[in-house]
C-alpha cells in the first residue's frame, strides 16, 4: 500500500475523497464553543481580591516537566509547530512592539509553545487521554475586540456512515489576546476544553471541569465554590436548575457568574465524594462506548449522568434531581434505542 501510494498518489487521494463523498452525506459543520468571556469591573475587583488571597496562601505555582516534543520555527518567526501545536502571531499583535521583530518571536514561540507541550503532557497524564487533533493557537492583541475574551473552538462534522448518523472531530483552534495568553489559570482553563470538548459535553459540565482543573490544579480561578449547593440553587419559571440553559461563554446576563460558580461547586464535588480519578474513569467509559459520537448535537445531561453513575457505583440521577436537573436514568439499552430511533436509516 505504503509502495503503490509513493508511486501513484493520485489513485489513494482520489479514493479517499469518492469515500467522503459517497459516506458522509450530507455534511454538516458544527463546533463545539468555549472560552473565557470578558470580565465585568465588579468581577475584576473580585479577581483581584482572590489573586491577593492566592498570594497569601503561598500557593505553589504549578510544577512542569521540561517538555521532550521537537519545536520548528519559521524563519520569519510568524509560525512555530511543535508536537501537539502549531502557534502563530496575528497581525494585530506583530504590530506590537514586543512582537515586531523576528528575535522576538522567535525566543517567545519556542518558550511558549515549550510550555504548552509540558502543559499538554500534566493535562495527559490528569485525564488519561488527549485529542488526536493538534491544537492550532493563535495570538492576538486584541480578539474580537477585546482582550479579556480567551477562545477554544472544536470543529466537528456530522454525517451519515453506513446508514447512521455519526459526528468527528475536524480541528481545535485556540485564540488569546496576548493578555489573556499570560494568564496561566486562562490557559489550563482553555486546555482542559482542548482536551474535552471532543466528548460534545453539555456548557455546564465542560465550563464546571474546566474552572475545577484551573482552580484546583492551576491555583488560578476566578470564580469561587459556593457553601452549598441545595442553598445557593437557582432555577427558573419551570423550576428547572439554571445551569441547564447555559448557552456557553458567548452569553453574558445576571446568571453568568453565577453559572460558572455553580458549575464548579457541583463538579468539585463529585470529584470530593468519587476521588480524583473519578472524571478519568467517566471519559474511559465514554470512549470504551463510543456512544457520544452517535447523538445528534452536544450531550444531554442525563446521558452524562449514565456515565456519572457507572464511574461512581451508584446512581446519581436522585442527586441530580435534588439539585432539579430535569434528568431521567437512562440504561445502556435506552441509549441504544435512541440512537436506532434517529437513524436516518429507520427515519426514511
Ligand atoms: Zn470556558
Excluded at 69 to 81: F, H, Q, S, W, Y
Excluded at 120 to 147: C, W
Excluded at 302 to 311: I, K, N, R
Amino acid at each position: 500500500m505504503k509502495y503503490s501510494r509513493r508511486l501513484c498518489p493520485i489513485v489513494p487521494i482520489f479514493n479517499s475523497v469518492m469515500r467522503m463523498q459517497v459516506v458522509l452525506v450530507p455534511l454538516a459543520l458544527m463546533f463545539v464553543f468555549n472560552g473565557c468571556r470578558a470580565l465585568t469591573a465588579l468581577e475584576e475587583a473580585q479577581q483581584r481580591r482572590e489573586k491577593r488571597i492566592l498570594e497569601e496562601r503561598n500557593a505553589t505555582s504549578l510544577m512542569l516537566s521540561p517538555s521532550k516534543a521537537t519545536i520548528k520555527i519559521t524563519p520569519d518567526a510568524l509560525r512555530g509547530e511543535s508536537d501537539h501545536y502549531t502557534l502563530k502571531f496575528a497581525d494585530d499583535l506583530r504590530a506590537l512592539e514586543d512582537f515586531d521583530e523576528v528575535e522576538e518571536r522567535k525566543i517567545f514561540t519556542e518558550s511558549a509553545l515549550g510550555y504548552m507541550e509540558s502543559l499538554y503532557d500534566a493535562m495527559n497524564r490528569l485525564f488519561g487521554f488527549q485529542p488526536e487533533h493538534k491544537i492550532h493557537v493563535t495570538l492576538h492583541h486584541l480578539y474580537r475586540g477585546s482582550n479579556l475574551s480567551a477562545v477554544t473552538r472544536t470543529d466537528y462534522r456530522s454525517g451519515v456512515l453506513d446508514g447512521r448518523y455519526v459526528k468527528f472531530i475536524n480541528s481545535i483552534q485556540m485564540d488569546f489576546p496576548i493578555r489573556m495568553y499570560e494568564k496561566h489559570g486562562v490557559r489550563v482553563h482553555e486546555l482542559t476544553h482542548a482536551f474535552t470538548n471532543i466528548y460534545f459535553l453539555p456548557v455546564w459540565f465542560s465550563e464546571g471541569i474546566a474552572v475545577l482543573i484551573q482552580t484546583e490544579y492551576a491555583k488560578g480561578g476566578t470564580h469561587p465554590k459556593f457553601d452549598s449547593l441545595e442553598g445557593d440553587l437557582r432555577v427558573d419559571l419551570d423550576g428547572v436548575n439554571q445551569l441547564e440553559s447555559w448557552g456557553g461563554h458567548t452569553e453574558t446576563n445576571p446568571l453568568t457568574h453565577w453559572r460558572y460558580r455553580y458549575a464548579y461547586t457541583l463538579v468539585a464535588e463529585l470529584w470530593k465524594r468519587y476521588g480524583k480519578d473519578f472524571y478519568t474513569r467517566v471519559f474511559r467509559l465514554m470512549e470504551r462506548d463510543g456512544l457520544h459520537q452517535k447523538l445528534e448535537g452536544t450531550m444531554r445531561t442525563s446521558f452524562l449522568v449514565y456515565y456519572f453513575s457507572e464511574a461512581a457505583g451508584e446512581d446519581l440521577v436522585p442527586f441530580f434531581r435534588k439539585l432539579h436537573f430535569k434528568v431521567r436514568k437512562l440504561t445502556k439499552e435506552d441509549i441504544l434505542n435512541q440512537i436506532e430511533t434517529n437513524s436516518p436509516r429507520r427515519r426514511q
